[in-house]
C-alpha cells in the first residue's frame, strides 16, 4: 500500500490509475479506524479496481477546539488496518497541506438538508464537510466515493453537492455496522468508560423500541421520540442533543410518521457525542429514497 502526505503526490498516483483506464473507490476517513471503515473498504473495491483511503482530521468540521483535539488520532494502526483490508493507496495530508496560508473558499450547501439535526446544533460543521471532501475529490480523482449510513444527513449533503456541482463521483452508502450489543461503531466510542457505554446503549434501544411502536401503529413523532428519551434521561451525565422523526420525502420535521420517516437522535453520553438513527420501516436508505 503507498502513503502519500502530499497532494501533488496523491495526484500523480491518481492520474496514473486513471490513465491505466483503472478505475478509483474512495473512502475518506479521519482515522480511529474500526470494522465500519473497513466494511467501506470492501464496498469500494467491489465497485472499483483500486481503492484509495484518506485520513485526515479536518479542523473546519469541528465547531468545538476542544472536541478537535480530543478527537482519537492511531495513525500506524489505521495504516495497519488498511493495507490489510486491500486499499492501494492511503492519502495523509496535514492540515497545512491542505488548508494553506490564505484559504478563503468554502463550499456549502443550504436547504433543508443544513437547517436541523446536526446542522441546527453544530453551526458551520457541515460547511467544513463539503469543503475538505471537495478538496479530497479533486486530489484523489474517483469515480466512487463510500460514506457510512450512521452519518446518513452528512452522505446526502455530500450527494446534494455532487449533484449540484457536476462532479463526475458516484455516492453510494454502505450499511451502519453495529457491535454486537447494538452501538453503531464510531471512533468516539473508544472515548466511552464501560459504565458511560452502558447508558450509551439506551440509544440504539430505543430507537428499535420505536421501531416496533411504529410497527405496532404508532404515528405520533412525540410518542416515538418519547420512547428514546425515556431509555436514555434515565442516566446521570446523559444529555440529549436532539431526537426527531425526518420525512426523506423533503427531509423535513413531521409530527405525524409514514413509511418514508426515519428517528434521528444525537446525545452525549459523560461528555461524549454518538449520533444514530433508524429508518421506521426498518429498511436500509439508499441516495435515491431521499427527494430533497
Not at 450489543?181 to 440504539?204: I, Q, T, Y
Not at 416496533?212 to 420512547?227: D, M, T, V
Not at 423535513?252 to 410518521?257: H, L, Q
Request: glycine share 8%.
Amino acid at each position: 500500500m503507498d502513503q502519500f502526505t502530499t497532494i501533488a503526490d496523491q495526484r500523480a498516483w491518481s492520474r496514473a490509475q486513471l490513465l491505466a483506464g483503472k478505475r478509483i473507490g474512495f473512502v475518506p476517513t479521519m482515522g480511529a479506524l474500526h470494522e465500519g471503515h473497513l466494511s467501506l473498504v470492501r464496498v469500494a473495491r467491489q465497485k472499483s479496481d483500486v481503492v484509495v483511503a484518506s485520513i485526515f482530521v479536518n479542523p473546519t468540521q469541528f465547531d468545538n477546539p476542544e472536541d478537535l483535539e480530543r478527537y482519537p488520532r492511531t495513525l500506524e494502526a489505521d495504516l495497519s488496518m488498511l493495507a490489510g483490508a486491500g486499499c492501494a493507496a492511503v492519502f495523509t495530508p496535514t492540515p497545512a497541506e491542505m488548508y494553506q496560508e490564505g484559504h478563503a473558499t468554502f463550499v456549502e450547501v443550504v436547504g433543508p438538508l443544513t437547517d436541523k439535526l446536526c446542522a441546527a446544533t453544530r453551526p458551520g460543521h457541515f460547511r467544513g464537510v463539503a469543503t475538505v471532501v471537495t478538496k479530497l475529490f479533486g486530489v484523489v480523482r474517483p469515480d466512487v466515493a463510500v460514506f457510512g449510513q450512521k452519518d446518513l444527513q452528512q452522505v446526502l449533503i455530500v450527494n446534494r453537492m455532487v449533484t449540484d456541482l457536476n462532479l463526475p463521483v458516484e455516492v453510494v452508502v454502505a450499511p451502519t455496522v453495529r457491535d454486537p450489543d447494538g452501538l453503531a461503531m464510531s471512533s468516539r466510542n473508544r472515548r466511552l468508560s464501560a459504565a458511560g457505554r452502558a447508558k450509551a446503549l439506551g440509544l440504539p434501544r430505543g430507537l428499535e423500541l420505536a421501531r416496533q411502536a411504529f410497527g405496532a401503529g404508532e404515528r405520533q413523532s412525540l410518542k416515538l421520540i418519547e420512547l428514546v428519551a425515556n431509555e436514555l434521561l434515565v442516566h446521570e451525565n446523559v444529555e440529549l442533543d436532539y431526537c426527531d422523526v425526518i420525512n426523506l420525502n423533503g427531509f423535513a420535521e413531521v409530527t405525524t410518521a409514514d413509511h418514508r420517516c426515519v428517528l434521528a437522535a444525537a446525545v452525549f453520553v459523560d461528555g461524549v457525542r454518538l449520533i444514530d438513527h433508524i429508518h421506521l420501516d426498518g429498511r436500509a436508505i439508499a441516495v435515491a429514497d431521499v427527494d430533497v
